[in-house]
């Protein structure tokens, strides 16, 4: 009787849990349906959808880009960002040492000239007090180009300085011949309509220009070195902080007579030679040595182009500057 009583608990038991009702059972069934759908799909995926092809150029220059960006991102962002600011901080340190303060200028005797004279003509307070002291001392000025050997003197200052000199000590016939050899006509020539080579011209020339003063005369001439020479007139309009509209003005009277300009090899030059350069920067010049390190030696300096950074605009701006032999 235990025995019965067992074995109808157990048929019980399994009514309860393994028998089903026609709709449990659909849907089982339906269930198990999908999950061997799925299984089936996932096997077939890749003979509807292939994946894509990358040629082995492709794959390497992939990696090259990877290895740059993983192991000198920090390093590129930061060069990046104190580029132009170290830059122009030497511009601007440059501009503080020879700037003058003022440009006013007038005819004065050097012998005689007092401080506040000195001053109205621009010239520092150090090189004023190095003039005082040499007439001090007995010193004299014979001749107004006894002034280009003042020390401290900038030659921008010299040249716009000399022309107004008149030693009064002296008579008219011994200051004539001085004033023939410093002919004003010389250094304002700038100033009347003729045009300048913006390869050759010096920092009087471009003062010279509508709206060119002796700080953007100073950057345009540091941004030239940097470069090693102009290529195109409107690099000039890429100075730092000179205005398009100013830019436009000057333009007509830029010209360049020679194209010729300072090259860097790239199958010599190490990253630390090339990042120099504005156009190339830290970024582009590791790009460069890395690319070089894996495939050797440029053929041609179009062979640039096969490195991903080097898109057809950067191609086009950085060319003239490099060779490969």
Known sequence: MYFTRNVAMWKHFLKEYFIFTRKERTGIISIVFIIVF???????????????EYTHQQFESEIARLNIAANDS????????????????HAAEDEKKYEPRKTEVFYFDPNTASPEDWKRLGVRDK???????????????????????????????????????????????????????YPKASLSSYKR????????????AYIGLPGIGSKLALRIVAFRDKLGGFYS?????????????????????????STAVRQININLA????????PYLRYTLANAIF??????????????????????????????????AQ
């Not at 799925?38 to 894509?52: D, G, H, Q, R, T």
């Not at 003729?194 to 920092?203: F, G, V």
Request: glycine content about 4%; hydrophobic content about 35%.
């Open 127 to 181: 090189t004023i007090a190095t003039i005082h002291n040499y007439i001090s001392k007995g010193g004299k000025f014979k001749s107004p180009s006894d002034i280009t050997r003042i020390w401290g003197l900038s030659p921008s200052d010299q040249q716009r300085l000399v022309p107004y000199v008149s030693i009064k000590s002296r008579t008219r016939e011994q200051v004539a011949p001085e004033k023939k050899e």
């Open 233 to 257: 007139v409107n690099q000039v309009g890429e100075t730092y902080l000179l205005p398009d509209s100013t830019f436009q003005i000057i333009k007509p009277r830029l010209f360049l007579a």
């Open 74 to 89: 920090a390093k590129a962002r930061n060069y990046s960002k104190s580029f132009d600011n170290k830059f122009y901080d």
């Open 270 to 277: 190490s990253v630390d030679e090339m990042k120099t350069h």
């Open 38 to 52: 799925l299984m089936v799909i996932s096997y077939a995926f890749p003979f509807f959808i292939k994946p894509k």
């Open 193 to 204: 309509n003729e045009p300048i080579d913006i390869n050759l011209a010096d920092t009087s």
């Open 290 to 323: 890395q690319y070089r390190q894996q495939h050797g030696n440029f053929q041609t300096v179009a062979d640039l182009k096969k490195i991903m950074l080097v898109t057809a605009e950067v191609y086009d701006k950085i060319a003239p500057y490099l060779s």
